[in-house]
Nanobody, 118 residues
Framework: QVQLVESGGGLVQPGGSLSLSCGASLSFFNINKMGWYRQAPGKQRELVAI?????????KYGDSVKGRFTISGDNAKNTVYLQMNNLKPEDTAVYFCNVLTKYGLGVWGQGTQVIVSS
């Protein structure tokens, strides 16, 4: 039942910026955590950023993106955003939105490609 719609991927030069969005078909009221993971060819999927839905709004970032990426949420739109600045070639990957619902269901988006190249 839960569906995630991702957008914002594309090609950008090193040092540039991109913004990703992920809209959920489920209200934030029913979501525990929501965020982004990424996977490069031949590599393991890794954490990019996670936000805990609720009053705390706590966030967690992968070490490789700290200080460059920012995750935020919009309750009215059931959407999470990832602002990516100062992009590096090693950021090239397929970025997957992920949701953990309050009833224990984990849901993955289909992924959106980000390519950082000159």
């Amino acid at each position: 039942q839960v569906q995630l719609v991702e957008s914002g991927g594309g090609l950008v030069q090193p040092g540039g910026s991109l913004s990703l969005s992920c809209g959920a078909s489920l209200s934030f009221f029913n979501i525990n955590k929501m965020g982004w993971y990424r996977q490069a060819p031949g590599k393991q999927r890794e954490l990019v950023a996670i936000i805990t839905v609720g009053s705390s709004g706590s966030t967690k970032y992968g070490d490789s993106v700290k200080g460059r990426f920012t995750i935020s949420g919009d309750n009215a739109k059931n959407t999470v955003y990832l602002q990516m600045n100062n992009l590096k070639p090693e950021d090239t990957a397929v970025y997957f939105c992920n949701v953990l619902t309050k009833y224990g269901l984990g849901v993955w988006g289909q992924g959106t490609q980000v390519i950082v190249s000159s």
